[in-house]
Structure formats: C-alpha cells, structure tokens
C-alpha cells in the first residue's frame, strides 16, 4: 500500500526543476518555465490532484482535494478497488468496498469484511504513511517543489509549443530518454501553475492533473458510530 502511493506521488517529481521570469511567458526557455511554475505551486494553500498509473498490469490512481491545515477529500483505488478518504486536520479516515480490501489480501476473512463493511477507518496522517500523505499538501505538492528548486544543470525539458487544456492556454513541455516522451504542461497566463504532467507510455505509465487551485472545500469528520478502529477488533 505503502509502495503504491509512493508510486503515485512519485510521478509527478520529475514535473518541475528551476530559474525565472520574463515579458512573454511562452517564449522563455524551458527552465525559466518550470522555475515559474514552482515557484506557483509553492505558494499553494489548497488544490485538486488528480491522478493515473498503470504499472504491472495493474491501474491506481487518486482524485483528492486537499488543504494546507490538513484538510482533504477525495477517492483513490487500487486495481478493482475504491476508497474514500476524508482528513481533517491531522485525522484520517478511509471508507473502501469489499473489492478494496480484497486487493490487500483481506479476501479469505470474511469477518474482517463484515466488521469495516460500510464504516469509516481512522490512519495516521503521517506523511510516510500511503494514506496520510495522501492529504499532507506539502508530500504531494511541497516536496515536489523543494526538489525542483535544489534541481541543478539542464532538466532535460523543451518548449514544444502551446495549446489549450480545459479552456485555458498552455506551454507544453517535453522531455525524450530512454524511457520514451515526457510531457508538462504549464498555464501561460498567471499563475503559471503546473497543470498536467504525463510520464512515459510502457509497462509503468501515468498522469498527474492539478485543478481548483486555492479552491476551498468542505470536508467534516465521520460521526463516530461510522467508525471502526481496527485494533477495536484484535486486527
């Protein structure tokens, strides 16, 4: 589980590296694009991130909105499986589906799926755990962009041109090695945020897509006869 979300977050790393500014945003060379478009994120206090990857076979993936107080709201799934999650603060819930739990070996305990059936689980919220920094802001957004800023030499990165994602314009970035094509993209028009980055297509291949940004959200906390703890049940 844990390794699957540090998958997850992961593919966006390599979106974002280093420099600065100029008159027309869409004629500046690839770093100062990218500079911008850290230097963006980081000042972020909410955001939507949506995300796809298919490694192994297998699909995962996550749609979450999630705030700098700890704040989030959103789905992620596993394979044929779904979960909830909802963080408030420095709590953390998951609600998920019998196919859910099965994909993490719970299949043969049929007890086990009756008891979490329909009902809340509390997670740390510790960013090294998969579903705490799943609503930890600075592990899906502020990492990302401390890593891009200490980034030194070339990233690799190419203006290829501009076009247009969900009515706004954008500069498509482009990488090529030995793993095939990678693509950012970053909003012409200020904020310069970072708006999509696709990685590679082969075996491992994804998407992560930033929205709503600084968007406030409503997410309120289980009631707690929605909840079960699993240590409750001797699990």
Same mark, same amino acid.
């Given at each position: ?50 995300? /796809? ?53 719970? /299949? ?128």
């Amino acid at each position: 589980m844990r390794r699957s979300g540090t998958a997850l977050v992961a593919i966006g790393v390599a979106a974002a590296l280093a420099g600065c500014g100029g008159d027309d945003f869409a004629d500046q060379s690839a770093e100062e694009i990218l500079a911008a478009a850290a230097s963006e994120m980081s000042d972020l206090t909410s955001v939507r991130i949506t995300i /796809g990857l298919v490694g192994d076979g297998r699909e995962a993936g996550s749609d979450t909105q999630l705030a700098a107080d700890g704040d989030c709201l959103g789905t992620f799934g596993f394979g044929d499986g779904v979960a909830e999650v909802r963080g408030v603060g420095d709590e953390v819930w998951i609600r998920a589906g019998d196919d859910f739990w099965r994909s993490f070996g719970a /299949g043969d305990d049929e007890a086990a799926l009756e008891a979490v059936r329909g009902k809340w689980l509390p997670f740390g919220a510790e960013p090294e755990m998969m579903i705490g920094g799943t609503c930890d802001l600075e592990v899906s957004v502020g990492e990302l962009v401390d890593e891009i800023a200490e980034e030194e030499g070339d990233s690799g990165f190419a203006v290829d041109g501009t076009e247009v994602i969900d009515g706004e314009s954008v500069v498509r970035l482009k990488r090529e090695d030995d793993d095939g094509e990678t693509f950012g993209y970053v909003r012409v028009e200020e904020p310069h945020y970072l708006v999509r980055f696709e990685g590679p297509d082969g075996d491992e291949a994804g998407s992560v897509n930033f929205s709503e940004f600084n968007e406030e959200f409503e997410v309120r906390a289980p009631a707690e006869d929605e909840i079960v703890d699993l240590r409750d049940l001797g699990g």
